[in-house]
Each structure stands twice: as C-alpha cells, then as structure tokens.
C-alpha cells in the first residue's frame, strides 16, 4: 500500500467526517423536536489521553487538526502513533520522537504568530511543509519555470474592481434555479440514492436524506460496518458513526458555521442571508473554464467561497473553511447533474471532498414536500454493526 493511500485511508478511520447538514430560520407553523438540555461538548483531554499541547478544544476540533497534520506532512496516522491500531487507548502511546516533535513544532508555530504577527494564525503546519515530512530548503526550478498550480490563491478573496456585485450573482442563481417563489414552495424533501467513499469504502452504499426547511436535516449512509448518520437539528449537531473513538460526537465552532451555509444551499432563497460582508472576488477556472467568484464571512468568522457557471448561474462548487490551531480546515462540495423537482433545480450528484475522506453522492429520487417526522431529527444512536 503505498503511503499516500495509507494517509488517506488512516485519517479517514480516525478525521472528523463532517457531511451536509442544514440550518436557518424557523419556519413557521412547524414544530420542532424536543432538543436536550444544551451541555458542552467534552474537550480534547476529557476524551483523549495523552493530549499535551492541544488542550481546551472540542473533539470534533481535535481530529479535524490531527487531519491538517496528515495533510500538511503527508503522513499516515500510524507515522507518528502505534502501529497496532485495533484499540484507541493505543493512539496515547509516544511513538519514538514524531509525537514529540509535533509537540515543540505547535509551540513554535504558536510563538511564531504570536511574536511576528499579533496572534493572527499566519504561519501554519502546511505554510512550511506542505506535503512533505520535512519543508523544502531550496527553491524547485521546475515550480518556477513550469506550469503554475491549479489552485495557489488564498484562502481569502480580495474585492475585484470592476467585477459583479455579490448580489446580482446570487439573484441569478436563484433565477437559474426556478426563481424565488418557486424556491419558496419546497419547505421539505426525501432524498435517496448512493454515496461511494475513498479506498476500501469505494463500493456504493445507499444514503437516505431527510430535510425539513429551513434547518433540519439527516443523513444517513449504510455502511458494512453501521450507519453513518449526521444530523442537525435547528440549533444542534451530531455525527455517529462505527470505528469512531466518540460513538455520538457533537458539532461545534466551525463546523456548525458549515452546517448553517449548508442549510441554505439545500434551501437557497434566502442564500444573501447566509453569510454577511460578501465580496466578488477575481474570475477563476475549474475544468477549464472560467467561473466566477463570491466570498462572504459568517458571524463566528469562518469563510466560504462559491463559485458559479457565469453561462447557467448555477453554482458548480463551494468551499468552505473551519477552524483548528493549526491551520483552517477545508471543505469542498463539487456540484452537477441539475435537475428539476417541482419547478425548481436541484444538484442530483454531487463529490465532497475534505481532508480526511471524499463522499461521491448520486441521488436517485427526490420526493418534495413529503411529510418528514420530527424524530428523524433527534439525536442519533451509536452506530451498530448489521447482523450478519
């Protein structure tokens, strides 16, 4: 198995699987279900033994960094924890020094921001490395001299003069879409199809989805070894699924912020309120073609990025950013096969990418305003593995 494989395949055993969720306002004449009393998710060191240096973050948060740890130095779980992994108590273990390095190579960043720049997360893991175990020393000629990445911009866009405003794209896409009435008239939907994952989870499963406007959803694919199941109830959510050191772990920071831009691009008429201070950016290509490019800014900070067909107004991607404490997090969902369902476009496939796995979804059916009972939005059970 060749090591990048094994990267992959090691973090999407243990990285935070974050899938689309929903979140907006209440609708009206709907009721919701009964939500627990709100506690706060367990930290990193109440769930974790061992943690040193990444203390006072929620679990969802710690193994979203220890995928930004994989990603930045293109290594496996395994590089840096015990090899036998068949107990998460084994993951605690000093392996060698690679743990210990990590450790003085956090404190350094930290220092490092701190020190030069104010606090401001500017230097991080991937700054340096950038795939490699170690960061490049000399300056690579044929980087310079040969064809330039896909994708070197930043994370943030910066206001292109003379561009689009944000909001004549949004009300195209809505246009694009069936328009805002049409929109409007879908307020729930049943979806079922297939979702094919990376490496040994590349077979299709069947994936139900439930949603119920403007912010409840759950989704659930059957694997061989239990459901995978997230779900998101308005104001809360959760992710369960097996071979998961948290059976039921809680959404936090971030990645409910995610969530929220979710919900209105499952229900997109009220898209312009999903996210505030929103900037058209410069024209960019994916797959050859030029595509334009707005950014906007939630309440919690985090960023997202959508970009839109300039012929249809249909939006073909969005990437979205969380938080860690060593570098964002990124999401990305690739867009395709519009279809209509009750006068309104809707994507029947779409891939989701993110740092520790890839999930290729394929609907087969969408059923609108099918009646979706409230329970279906509780939080969910520990995944159990099917009888066999």
């Known amino acids: 198995m060749n090591k990048k494989y094994r990267y992959r395949y090691a973090a999407d055993r243990v990285g935070v699987t974050i899938l689309c969720v929903l979140c907006g306002r209440l609708a009206s004449g709907q009721a919701g279900p009964a939500r627990e009393p709100s506690v706060a998710p367990p930290m990193a060191e109440d769930v974790f033994k061992n943690v040193q240096v ?71 893991c991937f700054a340096c490395h950038r795939g490699a175990d170690h960061p490049r020393v000399t300056p690579d000629l044929g980087v310079i001299y040969g064809a330039p990445p896909d994708d070197e911009l930043d994370d943030t866009v910066k206001a292109a003069p003379g561009a689009p405003r944000p909001d004549q794209i949004l009300d195209k896409y809505i246009a694009a879409l069936g328009g805002a009435k049409r929109l409007a008239g879908i307020t729930s939907f049943v979806a079922r199809g297939t979702s094919s994952g990376y490496g040994p989870e590349s077979a299709k499963r069947p994936i139900e989805i439930y949603a119920r406007f403007p912010d409840q959803r759950t989704l659930i694919i059957h694997t061989d070894n239990g459901d995978r199941t997230t779900t998101y109830d308005g104001q809360v959510g959760w992710f369960a699924a097996p071979l998961r050191p948290v059976a039921v ?57 959508l970009y839109f067909d300039p012929d249809s107004g249909l939006l073909i991607r969005l990437r979205r950013y969380a938080a860690s404490p060593v570098g964002r997090v990124p999401t990305q969902f690739d867009f395709s096969d519009y279809r209509d369902v009750a006068g309104v476009k809707m994507p029947f496939h779409w891939t989701m990418t993110w740092l520790d796995g890839r999930e290729n979804v394929e609907l087969s059916e969408v059923v609108p305003n099918a009646k979706v009972d409230s329970q279906r939005f509780i939080k969910p059970a520990p995944s159990v593995a099917p009888a066999r």
């Open 249 to 305: 772990m809680a959404l936090t920071g971030g990645e409910l912020e995610g969530a929220r831009l979710d919900a209105f691009l499952s229900f997109p008429g009220e898209i312009k309120q999903a996210l505030g201070q929103w900037r058209t950016g410069a024209p960019a290509i994916i797959d050859d073609r030029q595509v334009e490019v707005i950014q906007g800014t939630s309440a919690g900070g985090s960023i997202a990025t």
């Open 54 to 124: 990444l203390k006072g973050i929620p679990v969802d948060e710690f193994m979203a960094t220890m995928g930004v740890f994989s990603a930045a130095l293109g290594m496996s779980c395994e590089d840096c924890h015990a090899a036998n992994d068949s107990k998460w108590e084994n993951y605690a273990a000093d392996n060698g020094e690679r743990k210990k390095t990590a450790r003085r190579m956090v404190a350094m960043m930290n220092t490092i921001n701190k020190s030069f720049f104010g606090g401001r997360q500017v230097v991080t």
